[in-house]
């Protein structure tokens, strides 16, 4: 009887509110011990802000004259094209293409948390202070500096895209990489009332292509 009461008294302990918060608590803390805290250094991303597209003709390359006249019959052309480009790859649409790419590793750069700036930037000085309020020690810039596509009789069709690298030490710029890759389209860009769809994937396409190339060609010049 003695022996029925002490395992009864036992399972009450068991039972308790404390002994299911004891139970809970050490459950936390082994959760927590195996959490891993997030890189100390950062990765801030821009897309661009400038858009543009430029066709030319013949005349464009007989002096002033003729780029003036080239420009004028052009133009119409430019500014339809330029739309549609702004709104296949707008900040937004680059945003989505930069986030699926594993930019730390692709650069080589160490762990980092990635900060993807949703509006696109223009810029337009160089100066050589962080484009962000972040004062991490570790800290990289990656830029999307602006896009622009290309057509003359040369070139059927180019998406051009120009880009930048600066990462610091603190306040000091450890390495300032900028370049530009310009990727053939397979496609025409639409004619009002024509299809858009294959003319938007080409450009994601060749945007994510071009972020690639650079990251790469980064990686083989500074032997990362």
Known sequence: ????????????????????????AEGTEDLVSHVTPPPTCELHVWPAARVSAVTQGAAAGLGLLGALIDSAAHADQNKRDTAFITGALDASAQARVLRDIDLPTQLHLPPSQVIIHEQGIDLKSDNPARLSDSKAQCYSEF???SLLYFKNAVYKGQMRTFLGLRSYDGDKVTFDFRDSRHE?????????????????????????????????????????
């Open 184 to 224: 053939n389209l397979e496609v025409k860009l639409p004619k009002e009332g024509e299809d858009t769809g294959p003319a938007t994937d080409a450009l994601l396409k060749a945007f994510r292509g071009d972020v690639v190339f650079f990251t790469d060609k980064f990686v083989k010049k500074y032997k990362r």
């Open 143 to 145: 830029v999307v500096r």
């Open 1 to 24: 009887m003695l022996k029925l009461r002490y395992a009864t008294a036992l399972a009450a302990v068991a039972m308790s509110p404390y002994a299911h918060a004891q139970s809970a």
